[in-house]
């Protein structure tokens, strides 16, 4: 795990970015990539940096795959906060994604069958597209990644799943009050998130301080889901100051951090 700490939101989003680029240059090899995308207020910077690469011409999205996290459980596609609509704006409009090419898990259903049936179904669309080459996600205050509560399955598959209160209400600023946010979702597990080659996460500000630490310094426990980023191979954390304000080892990332010299 390599974790990176910016002095302000636009460091964490240029650190991000770079890191996504790096895993692109080291698992994508003369094909399109696949990119695993997040939503929330976290990764928008990030989103922006990639845009300014793709300007560069470091960066081509027009033949990519991107598979959403998680999507809302009630909501059609057309809402306006459906995830669908919002990685639509956020990353298609912005990248070059064709939207033809933005997977995002079904949501919107008449029987509970359905849903769980697709929800499968995800796991074996991300395979049949050769897997995720770097997935972007942020963390919950309560250490959840994608839509994945305190108490999930370290090892859950794509699925359906009840959202708790404390993030109903973190992303009620989204929708007009805490009770216009969807109950449940569908989301991508957390053994399906370790199948793609990198991960990159993007966490800023003091409220997500508790979870970060407790990802990247606590056991690894369902308490915590993002602590499975430690069995990761190639996770990069990237955070803010403020993010970073419960790290005990912050002088050893710090160092990890500088480029090994000879």
């Known amino acids: 795990m390599k974790v990176l700490i ?13 890191s996504v680029l790096e895993g692109f240059e080291r698992y994508v090899d003369n ?3 696949v990119i695993g995308l997040a939503t929330g207020s976290s990764p928008l910077g990030l989103y922006g940096q990639l845009a300014e690469l793709v300007k560069a011409g470091k960066l081509d999205f027009s033949q990519a ?3 959403a996290l998680d999507e809302y459980v009630g909501l ?27 997977h995002v898990p079904l949501g919107a259903a008449d029987k ?15 395979a049949a597209a050769g897997g995720v080459d770097v997935q972007i996600l942020g963390i919950g205050s309560n250490g959840h990644i994608g839509f994945n509560e305190p ?4 090892r859950s598959r794509t699925h359906l799943t009840r959202l708790t209160a ?27 998130m370790l199948e793609a080659r990198r991960l990159v996460l993007v966490a800023t500000g003091r409220v997500k301080a508790e979870a970060i630490a407790a990802a990247i310094e606590g056991p690894l426990a369902a308490s915590c ?7 990761h191979q190639d996770a990069v954390l990237v955070v803010d100051e403020a993010a970073a304000t419960n790290l005990q080892h912050r002088e050893y990332y710090d160092a990890s951090a500088q480029a090994l010299t000879f």
């Open 6 to 18: 910016g002095s302000t939101p636009e460091d964490v989003a240029a650190l991000a970015a770079d």
């Open 112 to 126: 509970l069958r359905t849903l769980e049936t697709a929800a499968g179904h995800y796991d074996e669309a991300i």
């Open 76 to 102: 059609p596609a057309t809402h306006e906060q459906s995830y669908r609509q919002t990685l639509i704006r956020e990353v298609c409009q912005v990248l070059g994604l064709p939207e033809e090419n933005l």
């Open 151 to 154: 108490g999930t399955s370290l």
């Open 31 to 33: 094909r399109p990539p």
């Open 166 to 192: 404390r993030t109903r209400n973190d992303n009620a600023r989204f929708f007009g009050s805490p009770d216009q946010v969807p109950t449940h979702s569908v989301t991508q597990g957390l053994g399906t």
């Open 65 to 67: 795959t991107g598979f």
């Open 225 to 231: 889901p993002a602590s499975v980023l430690q069995l």
